[in-house]
Structures are given as structure tokens and as C-alpha cells.
């Protein structure tokens, strides 16, 4: 009898650790690593938002840049997400030039040419999303690569008109966003942007 109820309390507990680490695969994001360029004369309206935990754990950092003028800026980020070994970590790395400028104000003549994309990849979690209206001039060239163990988006476009980019990452509905984006630029632009996201090792992009 005592051998039984030995048994019986070792697949209870079996139970109960399988329930906490699927709590916390739940719980924690998704690995992740931005190279991004971004030089705009004109007006922009841009934020990020990283983490790697929810709640009051792990890491955090919010930046943003707002207003008119010129700005020419990097980012390097690598977030790690707590997947398989625990290890919650971040690096970031923001330069820029920033000029002031007055007001923008949109050309008289509007345009009504529009470009827009949306990719997803529901294995990993993660979105992209651009478009560009009141396009003047556009070129542009975005790469997306994806499977069941990550995603890679890589964009590149120049663009004289309004440009719109968001992107998230979160692995489900009852997990933490782990990034999320989104930018407004009018004017002039050129934009570099590459995210991998996915529980594959980072720093597997070329620098831009």
C-alpha cells in the first residue's frame, strides 16, 4: 500500500512541474534580434517596445523618436526570451543624428498610388506589416523568410511619400508581446530593417 501511494504522490508532482514549465514557456517571449536604419527628412512618429518577461520581471525598454527635422538613426537589439535554458537577457544599441527642422508640410499635389504588405508566420508569432501612400517615388525590396522554428524579415525601401511599418512578436494570445513596433514617416526616406525572431540562436543577420 505505501509503495502505491509513493507512486501516486510521484505522478502527482511529475504533474504539477509539467504544469509550471508550461506556465512558464507561456509566460516568457521569444527570442529575437533588430538591425534597423532609418534616415528621414520630413516628420516621424516611431516607437519599440521591448521584453522578455511580463509583468514585473524580466527586462524592459520603450524608445521612440517624434517630430520634424532629420534624422538618421541605428538600432541593434537582441533579446532573449527565457526559452529552454531560462536565460532572460537584452543588448541595445541606439546612434543618431538628429537636425531640427521646420514644420513638414506634405506637397500640394497628392498622390493616390498606394503599397502595402502583411506577413505572418502563426509557428512563431510574429507580424510584419508596410505601406506607402501618396507615393512620389518607391523602391523597394522585402524578404521574408519562415518556418516552424523562426522568421526572418528583411526590408529595404526609398520612398518620397508616407510610410507606415508595425511589426509584433508574441506567441500567443496568453504570452507576453515580446516586441512590438510601429513607425509613421512622411517625406523623404530610407529605411533598412531586419528581424529575426524565433527560438533558433540570434545573431544570425548581416549587419546593415
Not at 19 to 26: E, G, K
Not at 170 to 185: C, D
Request: overall charge negative; aromatic content about 12%.
Amino acid at each position: 500500500m505505501k509503495w502505491l501511494l509513493a507512486l501516486l504522490l510521484v505522478f502527482v508532482s511529475c504533474i504539477i512541474i509539467s504544469m509550471a514549465t508550461a506556465a512558464n514557456n507561456i509566460d516568457t517571449g521569444v527570442n529575437l534580434t533588430e538591425h534597423s536604419w532609418i534616415y528621414n527628412q520630413g516628420y516621424i512618429d516611431d516607437m519599440r517596445i521591448y521584453q522578455n518577461q511580463k509583468g514585473y520581471a524580466g527586462q524592459k525598454l520603450v524608445t521612440g523618436t517624434r517630430g520634424t527635422g532629420t534624422v538618421s538613426r541605428s538600432i541593434h537589439a537582441n533579446v532573449y526570451g527565457g526559452y529552454g535554458t531560462g536565460t532572460n537577457e537584452m543588448y541595445f544599441n541606439e546612434f543618431g543624428i538628429f537636425q531640427n527642422k521646420p514644420a513638414y508640410i506634405p506637397p500640394l499635389t497628392q498622390s493616390d498610388l498606394r503599397n502595402a504588405l502583411c506577413a505572418k508566420n502563426y509557428d512563431e508569432g510574429s507580424v510584419y506589416s508596410e505601406s506607402y501612400s501618396d507615393i512620389r517615388d518607391l523602391i523597394k525590396d522585402t524578404t521574408f523568410m519562415a518556418d516552424n522554428y523562426v522568421s526572418v524579415y528583411d526590408v529595404h525601401s526609398e520612398v518620397q511619400g508616407t510610410t507606415k511599418i508595425g511589426a509584433r512578436v508574441q506567441r500567443s494570445s496568453s504570452s507576453i508581446g515580446s516586441y512590438v513596433m510601429g513607425g509613421t514617416y512622411m517625406g523623404q526616406t530610407n529605411m533598412r530593417f531586419e528581424l529575426e525572431t524565433g527560438n533558433a540562436s540570434v545573431m544570425t543577420l548581416p549587419c546593415p
